[in-house]
């Protein structure tokens, strides 16, 4: 078992599995009595990853978004909330062994100011909505789409600026 000490600096120098961190939204979706679905979630990681990257000058995780239609999107996300389809995400997703891992958002002030910004400015709108936001000319996501990239380019992400609902 690590100490708090020990996982500090674990969060502190190494990428983490986005599920965890989707799991920190999950929470505050529950907590705020927000509405969460895959395709809100998908963003909000991606937004999550932006920030957070852009901030530290570290990723985030080591996964990959993939340009899919409606935007960016971590596979092991999609996996693990498909079954969802277009309705609200109820519950967490745990390990096979049935436990629930999340990020303690208190090893790191970066990673709590990011993802409650992300949290308090996006979560009264929709997923299609944020896919909008994803869609726009010169985008990380629309650069990759045109140009038939599977992948989006972290140089791309980190020449994204600060988006906004219009």
Known sequence: MLTDAQEKINFMYKPYNPIHIANNFIEKSIIDKKSLSPMKLQKL?????RDYYKETNQPLFSERFEAWKYGPVLSSVYMAFKNYGSGDI???????????????????EKFKLIINKIWTTYKDYSGIALSDITHRPGSAWHKSWMSSQLFLSDENILLETETSIE
Not at 45 to 49: A, D, K, L, Q, R
Not at 90 to 108: M, P, V
């Open 90 to 108: 109820k519950n967490y997703c745990k390990d096979n062994s049935g436990q629930l891992l999340k990020i303690n958002e208190d090893f790191n």
């Open 45 to 49: 990681m991606y937004f999550m990853y």
